[in-house]
C-alpha cells in the first residue's frame, strides 16, 4: 500500500470525522503554513546573501520569495474563511473569499516586479554611463542561487501535493508560482555564474530586469485567471460535454440547452433547460430533472449547486433565438 509522507495530516482529520468542506481547509491550512516558513527562510537567506554579495538579481530573488510568505499568510487566513457555512448575506458560502485574495495578490506581485524593473534599469543605465562603479558578482550570490534552487524545489512538491488534494485554486497557483521560481533561479544561477567567470558585473542588474519581468508576467496570469472567474467565464468546454452526456442518460429528457457553468473557487454553479414530454405531470418531470441532477453531479463531482428548468418538448422551436447559454450541439 502506497502512503504519501505528507498524508500523515489527512489520516488525522479522517479520525476525527471531518467534514469535506473542513478537510478542504485543513488541507489549505498546512500547505499555507509550510510554504510561509519555507518561504521566509529563502527570504531571509537571499535578502542576507544578496546584500552581503550587493548582487541586485539575488535580491530580486529575495523579493519574490517575499512575495511568496504574502501568498502564504494570504493563504492561512483564507482557509479559515471559506470553512464558513452560507448565511444572508452570503447564500452561495465564502468560498470566492479564495478568488478575492488570488485577485489582490496578483497586484501585490506585480507591484513587487514593477519596482524591481525600476530599480533594475536605473542601475543599467547608470552603469553604461559610468556614474555607478560595481563590484564583481560574488561567491555569495551563486550560493544563493543554488539554495534557492533546492528550497523551491521542495517547497514546490509539497504545494502540488496538496493541491490535488485539496482542489484549491490559490494552493494551485502558489504551487505552479514556485515551479516558475525554479526555473527563475536556474536563470539567475546561469547568469551570475556567467558574469563571476567573465567578470562582468553588468550582467547581475540586466539578470535582474529579467527577473523584474518574471514577476510582472506572472502577477498578469494570475489576474488573467481569476478576472475570467470574476466575469463568471469558463474554458473548460469538457465541462458542458459532461454535463450535457449526464443529461442525455436520463430516458425522456431532451434538447439540453442553455447551459451555463460558473466557477466559484474550487466549485461550479450550473444552470441547464431541459425538455420533457407536456403530458407528465408536474411531479414526473420533476424526477426527471432530480435524475438529471444526481447524473450531472456524478459527473462533476464539484458542483456547488444547479438549477435545472423543465420545458414542454418542441417549445423551443417557437421561442426567439437564444442569445445566451449554450446549446448541446454547439459544445
Not at 15 to 28: F, G, R
Not at 293 to 310: C, F, G, K
Request: charge should be negative.
Amino acid at each position: 500500500m502506497n502512503f504519501h509522507p505528507l498524508d500523515f495530516f489527512a489520516r488525522q482529520c479522517y479520525t476525527l470525522n471531518m467534514s469535506s468542506q473542513d478537510l478542504k481547509s485543513h488541507y489549505i491550512r498546512v500547505a499555507g503554513t509550510i510554504a510561509l516558513l519555507g518561504n521566509a527562510a529563502l527570504a531571509a537567506t537571499k535578502l542576507v546573501l544578496g546584500h552581503l554579495s550587493s548582487s541586485l538579481a539575488v535580491m530580486g530573488d529575495a523579493i519574490d520569495s517575499s512575495t511568496d510568505v504574502l501568498i502564504a499568510l494570504v493563504t492561512i487566513v483564507i482557509s479559515g474563511v471559506i470553512s464558513r457555512p452560507g448565511d444572508d448575506d452570503h447564500p452561495w458560502g465564502h468560498e470566492r473569499a479564495e478568488t478575492t485574495a488570488t485577485l489582490i495578490l496578483s497586484f501585490v506581485i506585480f507591484y513587487a516586479g514593477a519596482q524591481l524593473v525600476i530599480k533594475s534599469a536605473a542601475e543599467i543605465f547608470s552603469l553604461i554611463k559610468g556614474s555607478l562603479q560595481k563590484k564583481e558578482v560574488s561567491r555569495l550570490a551563486i550560493y544563493a542561487a543554488l539554495i534557492s534552487i533546492a528550497g523551491k524545489s521542495i517547497l514546490a512538491a509539497i504545494q502540488f501535493h496538496y493541491g490535488k488534494i485539496s482542489d484549491s485554486e490559490i494552493v494551485k497557483a502558489n504551487a505552479q508560482n514556485m515551479k516558475s521560481d525554479i526555473i527563475l533561479s536556474a536563470g539567475i544561477l546561469l547568469g551570475l555564474g556567467a558574469a563571476f567567470v567573465f567578470r562582468q558585473p553588468l550582467l547581475d542588474p540586466i539578470i535582474a530586469l529579467c527577473v523584474g519581468c518574471w514577476v510582472v508576467k506572472n502577477a498578469v496570469e494570475i489576474f488573467r485567471q481569476i478576472n475570467l472567474e470574476l466575469m463568471d467565464g469558463n474554458i473548460d468546454n469538457s465541462l458542458y460535454k459532461k454535463l450535457f452526456e449526464a443529461a442525455a442518460k436520463v430516458p425522456g429528457v431532451t434538447n439540453p440547452h442553455r447551459a451555463r457553468i460558473r466557477k466559484m473557487a474550487s466549485f461550479f454553479d450550473i444552470d441547464l433547460d431541459i425538455e420533457v414530454d407536456p403530458s407528465l405531470t408536474v411531479f414526473d418531470a420533476h424526477e426527471l430533472s432530480e435524475q438529471v441532477e444526481e447524473n450531472v453531479r456524478l459527473a462533476i463531482p464539484e458542483v456547488y449547486d444547479i438549477v435545472i428548468h423543465i420545458e414542454p418538448a418542441g417549445s423551443d422551436n417557437h421561442q426567439r433565438k437564444e442569445k445566451f447559454g449554450l446549446r448541446a450541439q454547439h459544445d
